[in-house]
């Protein structure tokens, strides 16, 4: 069985990012959707896509998950009308929650980088493995790995401290209102750029310090690591 091909990135920032962000600021107002409809139908966007991306996949992505349980925890603020500072505390909770379970997995025989990073999909698993093994170097690799995890987690809590400031920073009004809606779509549009963008270059510098050290431990060049397409 074929893996699902990987979604348009650009479609996925369009979809979830852009189009929810231009729903909450453009058609708030009572004169259009109002705050309510335009909250449901500015949410509906990523959380269609989170629904959409599993079903595609035909497995469960905890990723996608996590976004629509944070989707519908984000309307739930706006239908109660909480105090606006419970969605700082929500953005930040659910890359905390990430980074916290990454980091104590560094003590468990199974490190989340494993699946995260260090997996079929990137890497030439089996040829890493192999590499090891002819230099007795893989109780070294893993000690690599274990490092590489509590770096991980440290992205994530990167990114739930950013997600705190900047939405305590632009989310002000009262939930429900058609102010609050705009800042939300605001908050959406920025934390791509502020946070995202960041945090995918962490995650790139990680990937680069893990391939050096598997090349120094495995002998091989980092083109000779990589998943080879099929």
Known sequence: MKPAPKPNAFLEIGVTIVAPAIV???????ERLGPLGALLLGLAFPFAWGVWDGWRRRKLN????????????TGG????????????????????LIGVVILVSSWTRTPL?????????????QRVKEGLLSRGTASQF?????????????TFLFSAVANYLLSRWIVTSPAGSEEFNQELGKLTLLSYPVIAIPSTLMMLGLLFWLARHAKALTGLDFGAMLKADE
Request: hydrophobic letters at 60%; glycine letters at 4%; proline letters at 3%.
């Open 113 to 125: 980088i494993h699946l995260l990073v260090f997996n079929e999909s990137l890497f030439d698993v």
């Open 142 to 154: 893993e000690k690599v790995l274990r490092n590489a995890t509590a770096m991980l987690a440290c």
């Open 77 to 96: 603020i706006g239908l109660l009308k909480l105090d606006a500072k419970w969605l700082a505390v929500k953005e930040a909770a659910v890359p905390s």
């Open 62 to 73: 905890w990723l996608a998950v996590l976004g629509i349980v944070s989707t519908l925890l």
């Open 24 to 30: 909450l600021m453009k058609l708030s107002g009572p």
